[in-house]
């Protein structure tokens, strides 16, 4: 879908990292850190690009992903 935006989060506590695409005029684009934790239930640390991807690598090396 064309005009979307991406988020990249660390979740800590699972060793685990997602990429959302975002809806730019969606709640979700405004959202913090804060509310996508209480969303997830899970701890959700905004990173960047580069993060995501050091970070994923680092899970699948642990076999956490």
């Given amino acids: 879908m ?3 935006i991406k ?3 660390d ?3 699972n060793k685990a990292v997602a990429e959302i695409d975002i809806i730019p005029s969606s ?3 405004a959202a913090t850190e804060k509310d996508f934790t209480e969303i997830c239930k899970t701890t959700m640390r905004e990173i960047s690009k580069a993060e995501y991807s050091r970070l994923a690598r ?3 090396r ?3 992903i």
Avoid: H
């Fill in 11 to 13: 979740m800590p506590d």
């Fill in 58 to 60: 680092k899970y699948k």
């Fill in 62 to 64: 642990q076999g956490q």
């Fill in 7 to 9: 988020r990249y989060f």
């Fill in 27 to 29: 709640p979700a684009a």
């Fill in 2 to 4: 064309a005009g979307l």
